[in-house]
Structures are given as C-alpha cells and as structure tokens.
C-alpha cells in the first residue's frame, strides 16, 4: 500500500526545551509533535502523576449510583456485576467485584458467552439473575445500548446500574432529527452522555468502573489506595486502544511502575509464563503479549476463565491456568493467520474494486472476525468488515476502519439492515439476516464518502534524521516517551538517499533481512528488517535484477533509497552497537 510520508512541521525553541527537561532536543521534538505546548504541557507529559486525573464525581450519575450502591449494600442486597468479553470487560468485572466485596456487598458476576450470547447483557442474563433472587445489577463496559434487556430487569422490579464508555445509540424522530437514545436504568454513569460534564471522554470501561469503586468509597468513608486495580485500569486502557494522552497516560504509566511488583497472583502468573519478570515493561507489554492472553480465553473458551485468573490466590493454580490461557492464545495466533490469508485470497480474487471491504468467511472462527478485518484493513487500508457464520443462522462481524471513515456513524445509517450492531468511531460489531449482506455491501460502497486521498495512509516523520546523530543515550530517552500507542504514537524517523552496501538473508524462510546502509559521507550502518518481502518487492519493483544482484552480492550498485527507521541498540556478546529497524522504503 502506497502511503504519503510527511514531516511534522511544528515549532518551538528545541534546545531550549531540552535544556529545561534535560532531555535531548530531538526528544523535545518529538514531544512538540504530540500538540503539547506550553512547558506545563510537557511537564505533565514527562512528569504528570495522578495529581492530572479528574474527579469521578464530574461524572453524570456517578454520586448518584455510588450513593444507591452503598444503600443495597448496607441493606445485604444480591448484586450482579455484567461485564463484555474481551480484556477491558474482565478488568471492569474484576475491579467491581473486588472493590464491591471489599466494601462489604454480597456480590456474583456474570460474563456473556461471545458464541451463545454475543456482546453485553442481555434477556437470559436477566432472567437468570432474577431466578438466583438478584436485587440489582450492575453493568461495566457494557449497557449503553441495551434497552430490551434492561427494560425486562425493571419489569421484574430489579434496580439497574449501567457503567460504560461507549457511544449511546443514535435514533430518529418522526420529523428526521438524530438524538441519542437512553436505556431506562437507575444511573448511567458513561463519560460519552451528551449531557456529561466530565473533561476526558475517553477513557475505558475498566477506567469507569475505578471510578465508582473510587467513588463509593470515599461515600462510604473506607479507606482508599490509589494504586488499588492500577494494573488492570492500565492494560484495559492499552488493550481497548483508547489514546495514551490526559489522565489515561497516567494510569498507563503508573500500570507498567507497578506491575512487576503486583500483589495479584494471576497476573503474576502470566508475567512468569510469558518470561516477563526480568523485562522492560511497556505499552507492546500490555497490548501485543498480555492481553491478547486474557482476550484469547473470551474468543476460544470463556472470558471467564481470564477473570478466574485474576481472582486466584494461589501461585500453583495460578500457573496452571496461566499456561493454560497461553496455550489458548498460541492457537488463537495459528488460526489467525490461517483466516488472514484465506481472507486475502477472497479480497484479492472479489473485492479489490470495492472501497469498503465487507467480506463473508463462513469457515472463519466468528470470534476471530475482529482481528481478521484489522489484518486486512492494515494491509489494504480501507474499512473493512469481516462476517462468518454464526450459531444462530445469522451472520455475525466486526469492523475495523480508518482515520477518515467513521465506521459507526456510516453503520447507523444503514441500522435497519442489521440484527444488532454498535461500536466506536474505528471499530464495530454487528450481526445480520444472510440475505442482507450484499445489500449491505452495495449500500456501503455507494455511500462511502471517500477520495482516493483519503485511502493513502499518511505517516508523519518526527524527525528527518541523519543515523550519524543517534547515541545510545538519545535511544534510552526514547523510554521517556512511554506509554506508546494510540494518540501518542511511537515516532517516525526517516533518512533520504541512502545507499545499500551489502544484504544478507536471516531467519527461517529468510523471513528477515540485514542490510548495511551508507550515507551520502560515506558513514555505514547495521539495519535489521523482520519483515524481508516488504524491502525485496520495492527493490525489484525499483530497481534492475542487475542492480540488484550487485546489493546482494555487495558489489558497488546504483541502489538508493529513502529509508523510515527507528533507532535501537542491539547487544551482543557484551557489546552494544546501534542499528535501525526499517519500517519503509521510498525509492531515492
């Protein structure tokens, strides 16, 4: 995929800033192209502490929740925490369960299986809670939208609490006006409520159930840590892919402090399975290792058996299901790729003419859907849904999109055609009738909105930087940074006009790549590519096999090439020396 590479223009007196924060100018640079300002801006980005987080109590409801919470418990009611699958549900649930049990409530939970009963609370969770005498049930990353469900709990007289961080569902009255639509429960405490007045909307179930555990305890007069649940607020936070900036930097940051030294067993469990205890531990930590485990258990097995995970108090068992949900994830990864490539083979053979990808896989594991329209949104940039067959007859999916398609607001407009569907901006899942689905399809790609400009990726540089500059200690101040991800992404740098002096092959299927790169001095580098199809397809498309065959060879060749990089240091046999990892090339 073709993208557009372009340099952060932003201004400011660098060294200046880098003097100030006794950082390297070039990390000010960086900094700056994150929209950060003034200097308390960049205080509180390399210094901030919970001091920048915002009182739950801005939160509309949240007194008013908290306060009816701490009556049914004082009272002895049974309460009912329902939380969503995937790791963000299991971190809301187990921060509700703990903080609700702790403060003396007598308290069950409830999971909704991804196959059986699809996302959020819904009418046989109802019922079940009433047969078992619950007097009140509360939500977490879950709820905004689930009118029937919740309108059944207050016809059998239950008390309804909803937490969640999503978008409430847009409706139409008779005269064509859009309004969000409310759900009839007791509180809802969601951040997104247009008539909230809470500063950060972005924040994560998990983030909103600390909230209200915060809360009521300080209703409850109990005593309070702040680092209670600060381990799972942060992974939620990566995992659910809200931005690294605000209050969620904080918490974010404060997770990979504590972590390591976390007094939950089954955390501590995964760190040791995954060979984590002796390793820096970052955002990728989070998103790309740890919680991909809990959120495989919900797509492969149950979601509960994550939650079991955090809740067990010895070390032994804790092992045990750690490998266990590793194991799990391991054939999550497997099946994966095997959907990926089958579903490349169906867009490339009957869709590459459509701008909206929507693609039916019936032999696609429907919990891997998500995952499958990421892969291809990543490699086509398009939005793009994925469908596979569900147990019910309907077709179940999940969307992934890009930054100039708001796959929710485009979805809504086509609502009739769906079962049910809900989601976020980027992402969404959804299920239909089969004989909508082509309908669906024609209906998208008629209405997309888009220009070709649009489907270009764009990437900023931060930094247009001669390899001649890195030092180990410019590298190390990278860790400054922390946590990467989404609204604070890991920076670009980019080098122009570099020759190649010599590649050599590595790796099983020479998979990956080491290429020694000159500049226009004659300076040399060391860089290492993991990824050999993506530098080999340019060249060839770039330059001659003659040509070619002489880089190979390491021959003096005509090669040159733009070349995007980060930094890093490669240590072996005690010595340090620094290499790049090519992430792009451009021809010269």
Request: charged share 25%; aromatic share 8%; glycine share 8%.
């Amino acid at each position: 995929m073709e993208a557009v590479w372009r340099i952060h223009a932003k201004r400011a007196d660098f060294n200046a800033l880098g003097a100030r924060f006794n950082i390297d100018p070039v990390i000010a640079r960086i900094i700056r192209n994150r929209d950060l300002v003034t200097e308390e801006d960049f205080d509180g980005y390399l210094n901030g502490g919970l001091e920048l987080a915002h009182d739950p109590s801005l939160m509309k409801d949240m007194d008013e929740a908290c306060r009816l919470m701490a009556d049914k418990i004082k009272a002895g009611k049974l309460i009912r925490i329902i939380s969503d699958y995937d790791v963000d549900g299991v971190m809301s649930n187990y921060i509700l369960l703990r903080g609700l049990k702790d403060a003396g409530a007598i308290v069950s939970y409830e999971i909704p299986d991804r196959l059986t009963d699809g996302y959020g609370i819904n009418e046989r969770i109802i019922r079940d809670a009433y047969s078992d005498g619950v007097d009140t049930i509360i939500t977490c990353d879950n709820g905004i939208g689930a009118f029937s469900a919740i309108n059944l709990a207050k016809e059998l007289g239950m008390t309804v609490i909803v937490t969640d961080h999503h978008e409430p569902p847009l409706d139409e009255d008779e005269s064509g006006n859009v309004y969000r639509h409310f759900v009839s429960a007791d509180a809802v405490v969601d951040p997104k409520r247009p008539d909230c007045e809470y500063p950060f909307k972005e924040i994560c179930g998990a983030c909103v159930a600390y909230k209200f555990i915060y809360h009521l305890y300080r209703i409850m007069n109990l005593s309070w840590n702040d680092d209670w649940f600060m381990e799972m607020v942060g992974m939620a936070t990566v995992c659910d892919i809200m931005p690294l900036v605000d209050e969620n930097r904080v918490y974010v940051k404060k997770a990979m402090a504590l972590i390591k030294n976390t007094e939950n067993i089954g955390l501590k469990a995964l760190l040791r399975m995954n060979n984590l205890m002796d390793k820096k531990i970052g955002s990728y930590t989070f998103g790309y290792i740890l919680g991909p485990c809990i959120n495989a258990s919900g797509r492969l097995d149950s979601a509960k058996k994550g939650l079991e995970l955090l809740l067990i108090e010895d070390m032994g068992q804790a092992l045990n299901m750690a490998e266990e949900i590793k194991e799990i994830n391991a054939t999550r990864k497997t099946m994966t790729e095997q959907g990926k490539k089958a579903a490349i083979e169906l867009v490339e053979r009957e869709y590459m003419d459509d701008v909206v990808l929507v693609v039916y896989m019936p032999e696609l594991h429907e919990s891997l859907a998500g995952l499958v329209a990421g892969k291809l949104k990543e490699r086509y940039n398009r939005p793009t849904l994925v469908f596979a067959q569900a147990e019910n007859g309907l077709l179940k999916g999940s969307g992934r999109s890009i930054e100039t398609y708001n796959m929710f607001e485009k979805l809504s407009q086509h609502k009739e055609l769906f079962v049910k569907m809900g989601g976020h901006p980027m992402a969404a899942g959804f299920s239909i009738e089969p004989d909508k689905l082509d309908i669906l399809r024609e209906r998208l790609n008629a209405t997309h909105g888009l220009t070709p400009d649009d489907l270009k990726p764009v990437i900023m540089i931060d930094v247009p930087m001669p390899f001649s500059y890195i030092t180990t200690n410019l590298i190390k101040q990278l860790d400054l940074l922390e946590p990467i991800g989404k609204g604070n992404p890991k920076p670009v740098f980019a080098q122009a006009n570099l020759g190649v002096k010599k590649v050599r092959f590595m790796g099983e299927n020479n998979s990956a790549i080491k290429l020694w790169l000159t500049d226009e001095q004659g300076n040399t580098i060391e860089a290492v590519d993991f990824d050999s199809n993506s530098f080999i397809e340019s060249i060839k498309m770039w330059f001659s096999d003659e040509e070619c065959d002489k880089m190979v060879q390491g021959l003096p060749n005509r090669v040159r090439i733009d070349v995007m990089y980060y930094p890093s240091i490669n240590e072996y046999g005690g010595r340090q020396t620094i290499q790049l990892m090519p992430q792009r090339y451009n021809r010269a």
